[in-house]
T-cell receptor
Framework: DQQVKQNSPSLSVQEGRISILNCDYT??????FLWYKKYPAEGPTFLIS?????DKNEDGRFTVFLNKSAKHLSLHIVPSQPGDSAVYFC????????????FGTGTSLTVIP | NAGVTQTPKFQVLKTGQSMTLQCAQD?????MYWYRQDPGMGLRLIYY???????DKGEVPNGYNVSRLNKREFSLRLESAAPSQTSVYFC????????????????FGEGSRLTVL
């Protein structure tokens, strides 16, 4: 049973606009969340993270929002650039058993020039 | 600055053959992981090793074995390959999490594409 879900397999956005990628989770024990970016034929690379004590974390053009009551997180990319075109995975972990990271199925983002 | 290195990058096997995927990291990380990526399934954890000398099953361990050879190396073995094991395999490593205040990230290798005919 998928504990981390990304319900949008794909997303297309115009260059310069905002990209919003969504992620939902079911396990209330998850308290640490990460976003990864993956280009074809490469391994995923870490993008940004957030712990459950925060509801927002920002790093340059990337902001992650966490809504614990809704068990929902989102990644905002502003402004979107063609180089952002990739597959984005969200992942979650429970701190007290933090060795297992559970990944979503990914969202393929295409930024149109 | 190699990070996480996986070998081989590509492999074709016949059903029933065995093989071992090798993984090494040079970041002095305690924890290492094997994931598989399949279309529509995301990344699923096969096995992980929280520290040298320990291994634990993940979400999809059936058909696989692992060995944490030392702190640097974590291998994944398919004893009798099946077509359902056709996938892209990723090794990853991370700092060992604390029991509280967990934070950190996984560092991934470039992946190993395995086809079982």
């Amino acid at each position: 049973d998928q504990q981390v879900k990304q319900n949008s397999p794909s997303l297309s956005v115009q260059e310069g606009r905002i990209s919003i990628l969504n992620c939902d989770y079911t396990n209330s024990m998850f308290d640490y969340f990460l976003w990864y970016k993956k280009y074809p034929a490469e391994g995923p690379t870490f993008l940004i993270s957030i712990s459950s004590i925060k509801d927002k974390n920002e790093d340059g053009r990337f902001t992650v929002f966490l809504n614990k009551s809704a068990k929902h997180l989102s990644l905002h990319i502003v402004p979107s650039q063609p180089g952002d075109s990739a597959v984005y995975f969200c992942a979650a972990s429970a701190g007290n058993t933090g060795n297992q990271f559970y990944f979503g199925t990914g969202t393929s983002l295409t930024v149109i020039p | 600055n190699a990070g996480v290195t996986q070998t081989p990058k590509f492999q074709v096997l016949k059903t029933g053959q065995s093989m071992t995927l090798q993984c090494a990291q040079d970041m002095n990380h305690n924890s290492m992981y094997w994931y598989r990526q399949d279309p529509g399934m995301g990344l699923r954890l096969i096995y992980y090793s929280a520290s040298e000398g320990t291994t634990d099953k993940g979400e999809v361990p059936n058909g696989y074995n692992v060995s944490r050879l030392n702190k640097r190396e974590f291998s994944l073995r398919l004893e009798s390959a099946a077509p359902s094991q056709t996938s892209v395999y990723f090794c990853a490593s991370s700092e060992a999490p604390g029991l509280a205040g967990w934070g950190g990230e996984l560092f991934f290798g470039e992946g190993s594409r395995l086809t079982v005919l």
